[in-house]
């Protein structure tokens, strides 16, 4: 999350297995509400966001990326945890160089040392019925 007032530059990869895509789940204690985005984060400064995209990838779950095409930028206003966000998004297509990646249902991850999330496959359909919640939900011009 950014500070107030400040915008955050973020890299997101989009990883498509099938009918299924690579996730991380997230929970917003005061809506009480589940959603899931794709895995990535901030950009640093001095790197590309393509850069920071497999940085990113690496420390996070220790996965490498290949087939990395850019699909372009979002700007993404939003709340989570009750106050206002402000991203922009430096969204890529992409897949893992490890084929095990696609063979695991989910996996747990940290950010930080307090923060542990969970990442999976989940059918797309789950999303576009709307079971699930894909944000920002212009993800799903891209699926």
Avoid at 10 to 24: E, N, V
Avoid at 46 to 56: D, F
Avoid at 91 to 102: E, P, S
Wanted: aromatic share 14%; net charge negative; proline share 1%.
């Amino acid at each position: 999350m950014n500070k107030a007032g400040e915008i955050r530059v973020i890299a997101l990869g989009l990883i498509r297995h099938g009918d299924r895509i690579f996730l991380s789940e997230g929970y917003d204690p005061v809506k009480q509400e589940t959603f899931y985005r794709a895995l990535g984060g901030g950009v640093e400064f001095g790197e590309t966001s393509r850069v920071a995209l497999e940085r990113e990838f690496q420390e996070e779950i220790q996965a490498d990326l290949m087939n990395i095409r850019y699909l372009g930028c979002i700007e993404n206003l939003f709340t989570f945890n009750g106050r206002q966000g402000h991203e922009i998004i430096q969204l890529y297509q992409c897949d893992f160089a490890d084929y095990k990646f696609y063979q695991l249902e989910s996996l747990v991850f940290s950010e930080s040392q307090t923060h542990k999330h969970r990442a999976l496959w989940i059918d797309i359909s789950r999303l576009k019925s709307r079971e699930l919640r894909l944000v920002p939900e212009v993800f799903f011009d891209y699926l």
